[in-house]
């Protein structure tokens, strides 16, 4: 098969993109996820522009064209209507053209932009793209701070397990089940006819997201409502981390374009968000842990998710050792680094989804942090366990972490993507 083992070159990491181009946006694999997802879409960016930057750029203007007035850039767009993907823009009932969800994901692109004009041959089209991107991202992240944080804390609530990109994982099963289903508009699921049952989400935390989904469309999407009324308001590890260095990263490309009139505003965005992380730390755990903002309790768990105060660039000396030795400890547990969960929780589940698998873009941001705090060691094994995990299996969406069976979607655009533009760079 294509995606298997010594079938695993560049080449063929290009022909996955190429494969799952649909004309300027690319799907994270055929089938399962038809669509343009947000933080997908910002890994395959970077996975294109090792061997076609046009295209790259294209990827990133493409998400664009589904920011809604308000700044939010959705998870995802629907620019072609595909009947095989549930829940579709009818179950969204949003107003935006193209069809959008209702809800972000982690965002990753002023991160993802910055790095793409360090590493660009064409200076002249980087630039002018970074140009036209720039205020795009300026209004998502202010849309972040405007709707998620209000009272100016620092830190971001999300209000779908989804927006965190892990969907499942178990750091939303206190919260989760506090949100009530006596309003749940009728669905279909798809997902269970491509990929196994016990790698994918139970039936009880469906029918919990998709009532979310059915109160936020009754609410008409209308952000006031949304804080006030939303009976999931949680402060996610993931998304304050990849926010608070795409803050970083958008100061950084302010200066690199010579644009002031943010300055300041993100300046501020930095300062509250550093202190504010303290919030999340957990001693115990030995990593960052999120907040439910409905009962002010934190939720003891490890995670990947919980490992990117490196990248984020949050933790000081004493809790960056402090994670070194947890990450190390799991590294003993498991064969391959970083699984979801935490391998000596009870909830580790090494085959189910966000439970528990090693996935390939939170190995890259995690690999990046580590190497940027100084932890060569530990990046290197994080960067090499992702690598012979893709050897040996193939472009899959995820790993059982001591097995290194694949899992989930085969053929899938961020594995890709993350062998061209970290692996194999
Ligand atoms: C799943 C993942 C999410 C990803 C999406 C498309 O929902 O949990 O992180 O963005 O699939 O690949």
Redesign the pocket.
């Known amino acids: 098969m294509l995606d298997q083992g010594s079938s695993v070159t560049r080449e063929n990491a290009q022909r996955v993109l190429r494969d799952n181009d649909r004309g300027g946006y690319t799907v994270?694999?055929a089938r399962l996820?038809p669509y343009q997802?947000?933080?997908?879409s910002g890994f395959s960016a970077l996975g294109w522009q090792t061997f076609n930057e046009p295209r790259a750029w294209e990827e990133l203007r493409r998400l664009a064209t589904g920011q809604w007035p308000d700044g939010m850039i959705p998870?995802i767009i629907f620019h072609k209507v595909d009947p095989n993907y549930s829940p579709g823009p009818g179950a969204w009932g949003t107003s935006h053209q193209p069809p959008t969800s209702g809800i972000s994901?982690p965002p990753v692109l002023a991160t993802h932009l910055r790095w793409m004009l360090e590493c660009t041959c064409d200076q002249a089209l980087a630039e002018k793209t970074a140009r036209e991107l720039y205020p795009v991202l300026v209004r998502a992240h202010r849309w972040w701070r405007a709707a998620r944080d209000p009272e100016r804390t620092g830190l971001v609530a999300i209000y779908h397990p989804?927006e965190s990109?892990?969907?499942n994982s178990a750091m939303w099963d206190t919260p989760m089940a506090n949100v009530p289903t006596d309003i749940l508009d009728p669905y279909e699921r798809r997902d269970t006819a491509y990929i196994a049952v016990d790698q994918r989400p139970q039936k009880s935390d469906y029918d919990r997201y998709m009532a979310l989904v059915t109160r936020f469309k009754r609410a008409g999407w209308d952000p006031e409502v949304l804080w006030a009324e939303t009976p999931f308001k949680v402060l996610d590890p993931t998304t304050n981390c990849v926010l608070h260095r795409a803050d970083r990263d958008l100061l950084a490309l302010s200066d690199q374009l010579g644009i002031e009139n943010d300055r300041a505003e993100i300046e501020g965005w930095i300062a509250r968000g550093r202190t504010a992380f303290s919030r999340l730390w957990s001693e115990t755990q030995g990593c960052y842990v999120p907040l439910d903002m409905l009962t002010g309790e934190k939720i003891e768990i490890g995670t990947s998710g919980g490992m990117l105060g490196f990248y984020a660039g949050v933790a000081d000396d004493a809790q960056a050792k402090r994670m070194v030795q947890a990450l190390e400890e799991w590294g003993r547990a498991v064969r391959y680094l970083v699984p979801s969960t935490s391998p000596l929780d009870l909830r580790f589940e090494p085959r189910r989804?966000?439970r528990g698998p090693v996935w390939p873009n939170v190995n890259w941001m995690i690999g990046v942090g580590l190497a940027e705090y100084g932890f060569s060691d530990l990046a290197r094994r994080v960067r090499e366990d992702l690598r012979s995990l893709i050897q040996s299996s193939g472009f899959y969406?995820y790993w059982e972490p001591t097995t290194s069976e694949g899992l989930g979607g085969a053929h899938f655009s961020?594995t890709a993507a993350t062998w061209l533009a970290w692996i194999d760079r």
């Open positions: 994270p694999t996820y997802w947000l933080w997908d998870h994901q989804w990109g892990m969907d989804y966000w969406e961020w």
